[in-house]
């Protein structure tokens, strides 16, 4: 039964659904409950720091609910996607209306989408993995995969990670630099990997190639069945998804660096170089992706097994409220600045 709490997820599809096909604040139902209630009630409730004992963990291990939660996901973000499109298209439909249902849109993007398909993408074996591309594909995100795997897990907390904030880095300029170095650098990952393999750039095995044509393929897709709007709309929701990405890739690493050994490696990824948060609410919604310390140690770990470790730099508050204080910086900076300096 414990795995059934992480069904708690399911409040965002139910949310925009009311957003979806209801006017006036409804439409900003998402968005008021992530970024209003829950913020407001992770400061009521304590964060909890309990982690399975070992005989649990082996039992949770074995627990499929937790991949079925997952594989559930994938259906109902494509049932929204396409809810979208049509959606957004009723006639007379107020301004206010659209804007509110293209952040419940993006919404679902940055958290069923990349969130889920994080995790799936961890996964070793093809099938979850599979999934998890089929989400990230419907928040135009795909080139995820190659670099988080084989770039970020091991650039992290280092200059050369482009995920990894710096010190009184502002976060709009980290968007910029995160998104795009992540891109250049999934290219490159996986034309090294061809490289290795003897095999040209243009090859089918070369994921970056692939999720290229698969993203064209999609775009034209929507443009041809729906129109240019459509499109354009989606692409929005798709950035708004992203940007949520970048905006959780630049609470978990701010400010925290791996020692430089002489001979010019960097030290082990330990659980002190990432960001940790056990607020409550977070880690159901976001399937302990703020237990993210633990997640960097040990990064095939299923999100269940996560633990909560006293060396782990601890966040002042969950993932949404970090979300909004990041976006004001010089409060960001006021706080942030200080707890670096703790560690």
């Not at 939660?69 to 973000?77: E, K, M, N, S, T």
């Not at 978990?252 to 607020?279: A, C, F, I, M, P």
Request: proline fraction near 4%; include cysteine.
């Amino acid at each position: 039964m414990k795995s059934l709490k992480y069904l708690t997820v399911f409040l965002l599809p139910i949310s925009v659904y009311f957003s979806f096909t209801m006017n006036g604040w409804y439409t900003y139902l998402p968005l008021i409950l992530f970024f209003g209630f829950v913020p407001i009630l992770e400061f009521l409730f304590k964060p909890t720091v309990n982690n399975f004992s070992k005989e649990q963990e082996q039992i949770e291990k074995e627990n499929k609910l937790y991949t079925y939660i997952l594989y559930l996901i994938v259906p109902v973000q494509i049932y929204f996607l396409f809810l979208y499109f049509n959606v957004i298209l009723e006639p007379d439909l107020a301004t206010s209306d659209l804007i509110g249902r293209i952040i419940g849109m993006g919404l679902m993007c940055g958290t069923t989408g990349i969130n889920v398909g994080h995790e799936l993408g961890h996964r070793n074996n093809r099938f979850d993995e599979f999934l998890g591309e089929i989400l990230l594909l419907s928040s135009l995100n795909t080139h995820f995969l190659p670099y988080h795997n084989a770039g970020h897990h091991f650039n992290v907390a280092t200059p050369n990670d482009a995920a990894t904030a710096r010190k009184s880095e502002v976060i709009y300029a980290f968007f910029i630099r995160s998104h795009f170095s992540s891109y250049t650098q999934a290219w490159q990952s996986e034309n090294k990997r061809m490289k290795l393999e003897e095999r040209s750039w243009f090859h089918h095995q070369n994921r970056m190639v692939i999720y290229t044509i698969v993203n064209i393929i999609l775009l034209s897709a929507i443009f041809y069945f729906y129109g240019w709007f459509v499109l354009l709309y989606f692409i929005i929701s798709a950035v708004f998804g992203i940007s949520l990405l970048e905006s959780v890739n630049y609470i978990e690493h701010y400010g925290l660096l791996r020692k430089q050994k002489e001979s010019g490696r960097y030290e082990k990824v330990k659980r002190t170089h990432s960001w940790n948060s056990d607020h409550v609410i977070g880690k159901l919604m976001l399937f302990n992706l703020s237990r993210h310390s633990d997640h960097h140690y040990n990064g095939s770990k299923h999100y269940q097994l996560l633990k909560s470790l006293p060396e782990s730099p601890q966040m002042p508050t969950g993932y949404p409220g970090m979300v909004i204080l990041a976006l004001i910086p010089p409060l960001w900076f006021s706080v942030m600045n200080k707890k670096i300096q703790e560690y």
